[in-house]
Nanobody, 129 residues
Framework: QVQLVESGGGLVQAGLSLRLSCAAS????????MGWFRQTPGKEREFVAG????????YYGDSVKGRFTISRDNAKNTVYLQMNSLKPEDTAIYYC??????????????????????WGQGTQVTVSS
């Protein structure tokens, strides 16, 4: 069992920044990728960003390209999401997820929720206008 704990969410004004963190518990597993998704009530889950652990390749959803940056700390088994120039439409619950089963040959695979094995409980991000 892998536990993911997100932190860093909150209320922020449009145009400002937030940084989310997601720490994975250390058990006997290998991390192949971690990603961030978000969801608002009544909408489907949306891919935000993902990173492959082996080569740090990244992939972003179209709505956040150029504003959000995903990074990782291998030693801490932690992934970060730096969110700049936030917009009200970024308001959502943000979930992190980890792939411990398979290496992803294509970075586009980072955007597929079914490639992830464990999910965090989510952290609320609210952007006021």
């Amino acid at each position: 069992q892998v536990q993911l704990v997100e932190s860093g969410g909150g209320l922020v004004q449009a145009g400002l920044s937030l940084r989310l963190s997601c720490a994975a518990s250390r058990r006997t597993f290998s991390t192949y990728a971690m990603g961030w998704f978000r969801q608002t009530p009544g909408k489907e889950r949306e891919f935000v960003a993902g990173i492959r652990w082996g080569d740090s390749s990244t992939y972003y959803g179209d709505s956040v390209k150029g504003r959000f940056t995903i990074s990782r700390d291998n030693a801490k088994n932690t992934v970060y999401l730096q969110m700049n120039s936030l917009k009200p439409e970024d308001t959502a619950i943000y979930y992190c997820a980890v792939d411990v089963s398979r290496p992803l040959l294509l970075t586009t695979g980072l955007s597929r929720g079914y490639n992830y094995d464990y999910w965090g409980q989510g952290t609320q991000v609210t952007v006021s206008s």
